[in-house]
C-alpha cells in the first residue's frame, strides 16, 4: 500500500540568503519579519561569496527544512553581480540547473546598495564598482556604514524604492542584463511578498 502525502499546514517558508558577512542586506530585510505575514521569513548570512557555495548551501536549506515548491516555500539567494560577466553567467547556469528544489537568485548589478540608492534618487548613477557605489551611498547619507540601520534610520520608503527601479528596469529592455547599471532585481522580493499576503 502506498503511502499518502499529506500537506502541511502552515505558512510558506522563504529563505533569503545574503552573501558574505556584511549587515547590509541582513539589516535591511529584518524590517520585514513580520508576524502578521502570511508566510514565515528567515534570513541566512552565508559568510561566503562564492556563488557556487551559496548555491550549495541553499540546496542543503531546501533539504533539511524538507521545503516543498507546491506548499510556497522558496529559497533566495541574493547576490551582488560586481559587473563580472562570470559571475552573471554562473548565476544564470545555477537558475537553470536541474534540481528538485529551485533555488532562485536575485541579483544587483553591481551590488544591493543600489537598491539602497533608489529609495533616495530616482536615477542612481551610472558606477563602475561596488565601492564607488557604496561611496555614492556616503555621500547620500554621511553615517552610512554597512552595519548602520539605513532603512529605519533614514526612513526609506520601499513604495519610493520599488517605483525607481520598475521604471529604470523598464528602459532596459534591449540591453543585456549584465550590462545593465544601475541594475537590481531586489523588488521582486517585495513582489513576492506582496504574492503570499494577498
Not at 57 to 78: F, P, W
Not at 124 to 141: G, H, I, W, Y
Request: with cysteine; aromatic share 12%.
Amino acid at each position: 500500500m502506498k503511502k499518502r502525502k499529506f500537506l502541511r499546514n502552515r505558512k510558506p517558508l522563504i529563505y533569503l540568503l545574503f552573501e558574505g558577512r556584511n549587515e547590509t542586506e541582513y539589516l535591511y530585510f529584518s524590517h520585514f519579519l513580520l508576524r502578521e505575514n502570511k508566510f514565515v521569513l528567515k534570513l541566512v548570512r552565508c559568510e561566503v561569496t562564492d556563488i557556487k557555495r551559496i548555491y550549495k548551501k541553499g540546496i542543503n536549506i531546501a533539504k533539511d527544512n524538507d521545503l516543498d515548491n507546491k506548499l510556497g516555500d522558496r529559497v533566495i539567494c541574493v547576490v551582488d553581480i560586481d559587473l563580472n560577466p562570470s559571475k552573471y553567467n554562473l548565476v544564470n547556469l545555477l537558475r537553470n540547473k536541474k534540481s528538485k528544489f529551485y533555488i532562485d537568485f536575485i541579483i544587483s548589478n553591481p551590488c544591493f546598495e543600489i537598491w539602497l540608492l533608489f529609495h533616495l534618487t530616482k536615477n542612481p548613477k551610472v558606477l563602475n564598482s561596488s565601492q564607488l557605489v557604496k561611496k555614492e551611498l556616503q555621500r547620500c547619507v554621511p553615517n552610512y556604514i554597512e552595519s548602520y540601520d539605513i532603512y529605519e534610520k533614514e526612513n526609506l520608503d520601499l513604495k519610493v524604492a520599488r517605483k525607481n527601479v520598475q521604471e529604470k528596469n523598464n528602459q532596459y529592455k534591449d540591453i543585456l542584463e549584465l550590462d545593465r547599471n544601475p541594475y537590481t532585481e531586489v523588488d521582486k522580493v517585495f513582489d513576492l511578498f506582496d504574492e503570499l499576503n494577498k
